[in-house]
Structures are given as C-alpha cells and as structure tokens.
C-alpha cells in the first residue's frame, strides 16, 4: 500500500483520461483508501449547473454521496489498523496453530487491518526467520476466507489472496522450498488474474518471483520478471519500491557474474530507497 500522495497534476490528467492504464489503477486504488485525496480529486471536478429549486445536481449527489461512503470505510480501515497491534500481542506468544484457532473463531481478528498487519511483518520477517514469516502467510491466508469483500469492493479478497501467496511464494524460496514456492507463485497469478488487477499487486509478484527464477539458475527470466516490476513501479511513482526491485535486479545480475551492471543497479536503487536495509533477496 503506498503512503504517497498524487500531485494535482496526476488527478487532472486522470479527469481528462490522460493517465495510462496502469497509473490510473493505482490512483483509483489509492483514492479508496484515502479520503483526503479523493476531497481533493472531488474539487477539481467542474462546478455542475444547479438544477430548478436550487438542487446541486444527480451527479454532484452520487459524488457526495459516495465521498461520505469512502470517508466511513476510511475511518473504518484506520480504527482496525490501530486495533491490529495489539491483536497480535495477544496471538503472537501463541503456538501457529492456536493462532489459527482463534482468528477462526473470534471476529475481532477477521479484518482488513489484522491481514495488513500480517502481511507486513511477515514480509519484515522473510530474511531473517522465513520459517516463522510462513506462518504468518498462511495465518493470512486463512484470514482471507473471513474477510468481507463489500468493505473493500469487488476483487478485494481475490487481491488480498494474490498478495498473500505471492509472498508466501518468497518465504518458501527463502526456504530453498522451491517446488513448493513454484506452486504459490501459480496460485497467486490465479488470484490475480480474479482481483481488480491492481498494479501493485502485479508487481508485487513479478518482484517476489524474480528471485526464485533466480534460484533455478533462470536468470533471463528472473531479469524479464525484475524489469517488469521496475517499469510498473517507475509509472505509478513509486521510488521506494522501484528502488528495492533494482536492487533485487543487481543482486540477479552478480548471480549471472556481470558485475559492472550489478554495481550500477545498486548506486542506482540507493538513490530511490527511502531507507536502504537488508531485504530477502
């Protein structure tokens, strides 16, 4: 999910149908979570002429009508972000499959936030304890068959499972599991292929399965998959995380032995990380 906020220029270009598909995808996803830039996309609409009575007009209704929608789901997603934390103080002294047992049985964990969480620390977790991130993805995996798609409209669940075994895919890998990662990799393009296609979860997958091309020793494939990643990130404006697929590419290519281009790849992805750290490469 992106912390970051399209310039006035982006949601212009989006009005007049100038955004590229993949760019406008992102933005429609990004403005579903975020209230404050969907205010704003709402300002620039031009100003509708006023119907006989003083009415504002069909069209300006439904636009309020479904700002104050997304502004409810908003603050809704924030309190279950807020609650996530300490959910999972109270699972995390707990054996995985009590774990299992309890977001099953209690609707407390069976939320937005409680899989965001997860997905969050498990990708956190991969490089030093892939073992325990595994437990966490398919922990999340469960969560996904109680989540509620009308929260978050259609496709959302089949997005959240893509997200999930993809990087799923990443901790068996790590694992040197890579029939089993070959396999999660299959079953996240499936979800994705049923999702709203969001193309952050595309390339959240291609930059996850690089490295496991890279561990088969495929490394023209691994580098197509990287580059897909790159180029997505690079159109939506996302630097932070076109900076860590570059640097998964520079990884790639000291494997493959060119290490000229490994060393411009990895000036290259310092320049773009927020906050260059180890990452499960």
Not at 155 to 180: F, P, Y
């Amino acid at each position: 999910m992106t912390d970051r906020h399209p310039e006035r220029d982006v949601l212009e270009r989006f009005l007049s149908g100038d955004l590229g598909d993949e760019a406008s995808l992102a933005l429609q996803r990004h403005l579903f979570i975020c209230a404050a830039c969907e205010e704003r996309l709402i300002a620039l609409l031009p100003e509708p002429a006023p119907e006989p009575g003083g009415d504002r007009g069909p069209v300006r209704r439904l636009l309020e009508r479904n700002r104050t929608e997304l502004s409810v789901r908003w603050r809704g997603l924030e309190a279950e972000r807020a609650a996530a934390e300490a959910l999972w103080r109270e699972l995390e002294p707990l054996e995985p499959e009590r774990r299992r047992g309890l977001v099953a049985g209690n609707f407390r964990f069976q939320s937005w936030g409680f899989f965001e969480l997860l997905i969050d620390r498990a990708f956190q977790m991969v490089f030093k304890d892939p073992r325990r991130a595994e437990d966490l993805l398919r922990l999340a995996l469960d969560l996904t068959d109680l989540l509620d798609s009308e929260e978050r409209g259609p496709g959302s669940v089949e997005a959240a499972r893509a997200r999930a075994w993809s990087h799923l895919g990443n901790a068996l890998r790590a694992l040197s599991e890579l029939r089993l990662a070959e396999s999660a990799f299959q079953t996240a393009e499936l979800h994705y292929s049923r999702s709203w296609l969001d193309p952050l979860d595309e390339a959240l997958i291609l930059s996850q399965k690089a490295p496991l091309r890279r561990a088969q020793r495929r490394f023209a494939e691994a580098l197509e998959l990287i580059d897909g990643a790159i180029a997505i990130y690079r159109e939506i404006n996302e630097p932070n995380l076109q900076g860590g697929a570059t640097m998964i590419k520079a990884v790639t290519l000291q494997y493959q032995g060119d290490v000229a281009a490994a060393a411009d790849c990895f000036r290259a992805s310092l320049s773009l990380l927020e906050e260059p750290r180890l990452l499960a490469l």
